[in-house]
Every structure is written in C-alpha cells, then in structure tokens.
C-alpha cells in the first residue's frame, strides 16, 4: 500500500524530536524557547536548497551538546550521515570555554561540507539574533555571552577564519556543485552579519 504522502517525512519527524528535545530549554538571557534556533537553522538551510539529511542535521544540531539525545539515537532513527554531521557541530560541554571553542575552530578546517553548511546557518541565526537584540538593548546584550564582546568577537572570526581555509584550498573536495554553491552563499551570509556586528555598524 502506498501512503501518497499521508504519513510524516523524516524531516518532520526530526522537527518534532528537537521540539521534544529542547522542551523547557530557552535562548540564553531571553524567555524565547530554544526551538525556534533549531527551527530557524533548518529554514536557513532549506532557503538555501540543502539535502534533507543536512537540513534534518541542522534541526538536531543542538540536540546531543544540550540534551540527553545520543548520537546513536539518531543514527537509529535518522542514518549514519545526519549522526556524523551532528556530532561534527558538537562541542565537548566538559572542557572550559575558551578550550572547546577552539577545538571546534580548529576541526571545521578540515570538516565536510554539510558540517561547514550547517556551522554556517548556526552562526548566522545566532548572529542575526544579537544583531536585533542589540538594536532594542544595545551593550547589555554582551552580559549573557562567555567573555563579553571580545570573547565573542574573536570566537566568530576565528570560526569564519576556518571556513574561509576551506574555501580558498578548495579543501572540501566536494565534486557535488550545489554544496559548493550553498556553502560559498551561506558563508558570505556568515560574513556580512559578522561585519555588521562586530565592526562597529551595529
């Protein structure tokens, strides 16, 4: 028997994981539900015409650093290929601030490119958040973030920094043109917001 579209698709599904998932979880400082990040990551990613499984990656991106899914739940449920891309923008919560940045800095040097896509829409939705926020309360929006504006001024660069290596070496190696087109899309997003933010126009 065929379902004709009557059941729910994968990406579905994974909405309403992260939406279970995140549940009582809200965005730092804000009485926002941390699921509208996910959500908005996910319609970035889709905006930009990305695969399902990095569009569902980047609905679960958060799911394994900040809740009790596992990386092997997901695996279970969603293929091998959306676990790795999560895990890949998983940070280890055990180690201090400054140290997991840094080795997410450095992996995404030499990530793939559905990690840098859904890295790229992460930041950028964090970005566009701070950028509003800022506007409405200006430097006290820097009070909810590790380290104040420095802290998260050289973070962002430093993240862009790494992307940026993989664009100039051509080190993605992707023989699929639409990834190189939406990463090369998302990345100038990811750059313009930085900019924006950070280099005295917000």
């Keep these: 028997m065929h379902d004709n579209g009557v059941r729910k698709n994968r990406v579905e599904e994974a909405l309403e994981i992260a939406a279970q998932a995140h549940h009582g979880q809200f965005r730092k400082g804000t009485v926002t539900p941390y699921i509208s990040h996910p959500y908005a990551v996910c319609l970035i990613l889709m905006n930009e015409g ?8 980047g609905l679960l991106h958060d799911t394994v650093e ?15 290929t959306v676990a790795e891309i999560v895990d890949g923008c998983s940070e280890d919560k055990s180690l201090r601030w400054r140290e997991r940045k840094s080795e997410r800095i450095e992996a995404l040097k030499t990530a793939s ?3 840098c896509l859904v890295t790229c829409a992460d930041k950028i939705h964090n970005l566009r958040t701070v950028i509003s926020e800022y506007e409405e309360i200006g430097d006290t929006v820097w009070e909810r ?38 990463f090369q899309s998302l990345f100038e997003q990811l750059q313009h917001a930085l900019v924006y933010l950070f280099d005295g126009e917000a």
């Excluded at 990305?50 to 990656?57: D, G, L, N, Q």
């Excluded at 899914?69 to 293929?79: A, Y």
């Excluded at 973030?145 to 050289?154: D, I, L, N, Y």
């Excluded at 940026?164 to 080190?171: G, L, P, R």
Aim: with cysteine.
């Design 66 to 80: 900040d809740t009790d899914m596992t990386l092997d739940c997901i695996q279970e449920r969603f293929g091998p």
């Design 113 to 115: 490119p559905e990690i």
């Design 145 to 182: 973030f590790h380290g104040g504006v420095e802290a998260q001024s050289w973070y962002y660069q430093s993240v862009l920094d790494s992307l940026n290596t993989q664009i100039e070496s051509d080190s993605s190696e992707s023989n699929n043109r639409d990834i190189q087109k939406q």
């Design 50 to 57: 990305c695969s399902e499984e990095v569009v569902i990656a």
